[in-house]
């Protein structure tokens, strides 16, 4: 089994930045691929963005193109995710996502584990 552990939420005023972490343990040599989602109460959750097992290829929602990063981490399996220029529209709960394949989607149905998510507020 494999577990995600996500970490770097909290509350930051509009413009501001935060960096999100991925940590991975257990059975990672199953997971390759990784990524990020969120949802807002009452909404249902969307793709924020992914990044291939190698780091060389990465999709991202147009919602937060130029604005936000997503990276994988020197350590074998840990993956972050810049947010700059933060908006009220941002704020959600942010959940990490890994796959046994190495390109990443934006289709969440395609991952295979999930973390328990951080929460990001971002006041306006």
């Known amino acids: 089994q494999v577990q995600l552990v996500e970490s770097g939420g909290g509350l930051v005023q509009a413009g501001g930045s935060l960096r999100l972490s991925c940590a991975a343990s257990?059975?990672?040599?199953?997971?390759?691929?990784m990524g990020w989602f969120r949802q807002a109460p009452g909404k249902e959750r969307e793709f924020v963005a992914a990044v291939s097992w190698s780091g060389g290829s990465t999709a991202y929602a147009d919602s937060v193109k130029g604005r936000f990063t997503i990276a994988r981490g020197n350590a074998e399996k840990t993956m972050y995710l810049q947010m700059n220029s933060l908006k009220p529209e941002d704020a959600a709960n942010y959940y990490c996502?890994?796959?046994?394949?190495?390109?990443?989607?934006?289709?969440?149905?395609?991952?295979?584990?999930w973390g328990q998510g951080t929460q990001v507020t971002v006041s306006s």
């Open positions: 996502a890994a796959r046994r394949y190495p390109l990443p989607t934006p289709q969440d149905h395609e991952y295979d584990y």
């Open positions: 257990g059975r990672t040599s199953s997971i390759y691929a």
